[in-house]
């Protein structure tokens, strides 16, 4: 006996109506967009989760935020800046169009005295160019300034590093690009992390990268950080930043 599938247009109109219920149903919308946010945003969830630590204890006006790429998620800032409560808002993979696309969420909601920048090392490694990523900074400066004129932003140097040593010439004409940028402009400083982090054959110092990806700085690594920015933090500092 052989069987004829026969397509009912009842059945099909009543599978439609089904599939639109679906579909147009809140919770289902909710999931949708959600799902899309997360794809269109990777890193909102790591944002939300900041909000959801400042919804538990909000940090006071005027303090110190440290806003960049993994290398500034991994860093325990307390370790190296006891009891001054810095904010953390380090991202992990992030890259200076990031920070700029967050930047009310992860930085000017606080109205800090001060914003530690380090992105840029993502950026090369993505193979963005040197005149994006100042662009990009710029952008940022910007939004900063609009709402906060008398914040200062420090921008830590792209660091050269073993697992990204192939780079290392890409990352070094940024850093120009960036240093420049930062010279033209006021309440801003450049930090430059570079010469430190040699060797005396010119090479990365093996003993300040984590030894996992030779990527991150180690605690070793970080103490050079700290020392660095230490004068650029000081609450009653009076140093031109447009100078440095």
């Known amino acids: 006996m052989r069987f004829t599938l026969v397509r009912s247009p009842i059945i099909g109109v009543a599978a439609f109506l089904f599939a639109f219920a679906v579909t147009t149903h809140p919770a ?13 945003n990777p890193f909102e969830s790591e944002i939300l989760a900041f909000e959801a630590a400042d919804k538990a204890h909000m940090p006071a006006p005027g ?17 190296n800046f006891p009891g001054r409560g810095y904010i953390n808002r380090g991202f992990g993979g992030s890259t200076m169009a990031d920070a700029t696309y967050y930047v009310d969420r992860i930085a000017i909601k606080y109205k800090p005295r001060t914003i530690v920048l380090y992105e840029g090392d ?43 040593w192939s780079l290392v010439d890409r990352m070094r004409a940024a850093n120009e690009m960036i240093k420049a ?23 990365p110092r093996p003993e300040l990268y984590d030894p996992k990806g030779k ?3 180690s605690a070793e690594g970080k103490k050079i950080w ?4 230490e004068p650029y933090l000081k609450n009653d500092s009076d140093r031109d930043m447009a100078s440095n």
């Open 28 to 40: 289902y919308a909710a999931e949708g967009a959600a799902a899309q946010a997360a794809v269109a």
């Open 63 to 79: 303090g110190v935020v440290f806003v960049g790429s993994s290398s500034f998620k991994t860093w325990n800032l307390e370790e």
């Open 122 to 164: 993502n950026d090369v490694n993505a193979g963005v160019s040197s005149e994006l990523i100042v662009a990009q900074l710029d952008k940022f400066v910007r939004a900063v300034h609009a709402q906060l004129p008398q914040t200062r932003i420090v921008v830590l140097s792209i660091k050269p590093s073993i697992a990204r």
């Open 181 to 203: 940028y930062v010279e033209r402009n006021d309440n801003l400083a450049y930090v430059d992390a570079d010469y430190v982090f040699m060797g005396w054959n010119h090479k």
């Open 215 to 217: 990527l991150h700085p």
């Open 226 to 229: 700290a020392w660095l920015l």
